[in-house]
């Protein structure tokens, strides 16, 4: 679309939107999958050197935040919060060192890109929705169901569809954008702090699939040893050895 406006219009309300929404798969794994995206095949000659060398400092990206990990304490109890925040912040701060994006920045960088190449609104939404799914996020909120029936609502007011340098018809959307911010209680500047709960909440997400395998590897150990009925406390061990 070819208005600015728009694009951090919906940008911004899809950063916000994502922010109370839940990736379902661990953070981990949605940044190995992140970064591994995009090395396109059959490109030109002179495409595919470019898209190769982006592909091959992602790549060392990924093995250099793989290696700071591994001096990361990991808890096993994604209850306790004090630990889960620490761990969350070490994390964020190997992430920022290496120069990679955090989960919603790429959201946020792959939505303005959609929106620059989408015809009208109705695309553009369609498209995120396409982009949130594959990078795991779930809508537990029904934000894309209110996203779309703010379009239809806007549409219908206007006949016609709803595009990006259409002046008084981003203006509606943006009341409606309004509406669902106050429904969904996003408040203006609290982008941040929402960001930092997501951190958090994946990073929740992580030590519960790192607990998760790691008793399952006891498990085997114990039936292997005849230990079952030996009890083992996860946070006394270092979950490193486990997985």
């Not at 059959?42 to 790549?59: C, L, M, R, S, Y």
């Amino acid at each position: 679309m070819a208005a600015r406006s728009s694009t951090r219009l919906l940008a911004h309300a899809g950063r916000a939107l994502t922010a109370r929404l839940s990736p379902a798969a661990p953070a981990s794994a949605l940044l190995a999958e992140n970064l591994s995206r995009g090395f396109a095949t059959g490109a030109p000659a002179a495409e595919e050197d470019v898209v190769k060398a982006a592909f091959i400092k992602q790549q060392a990206s990924f093995r250099s935040y793989l290696e700071g990990l591994k001096k990361v304490p990991i808890p096993l109890d994604a209850l306790d919060d004090k630990a889960t925040k620490t761990y969350a912040a070490a994390v964020k701060n190997i992430r920022e060192s290496l120069g990679i994006p955090s989960f919603s920045e790429k959201l946020t960088n792959l939505l303005e890109s959609a929106e620059e190449d989408s015809r009208d609104v109705r695309s553009f939404l369609e498209e995120s929705r396409i982009i949130r799914r594959q990078l795991g996020v779930e809508d537990k909120l029904g934000a894309e169901k209110l996203m779309f029936a703010a379009l239809d609502s806007v549409e219908k007011k206007l006949g016609k569809a709803l595009v990006g340098d259409d002046v008084k018809g981003m203006a509606l959307l943006q009341e409606e954008v309004n509406a669902i911010n106050k429904k969904l209680g996003l408040k203006d500047g609290e982008l941040e702090a929402l960001e930092q709960q997501l951190e958090t909440s994946m990073a929740k997400t992580d030590i519960a699939a790192f607990a998760s395998e790691a008793t399952e590897k006891i498990g085997t150990y114990k039936k292997r040893d005849g230990l079952e009925g030996v009890e083992v406390d996860l946070k006394a061990l270092d979950p490193k050895a486990y997985m």
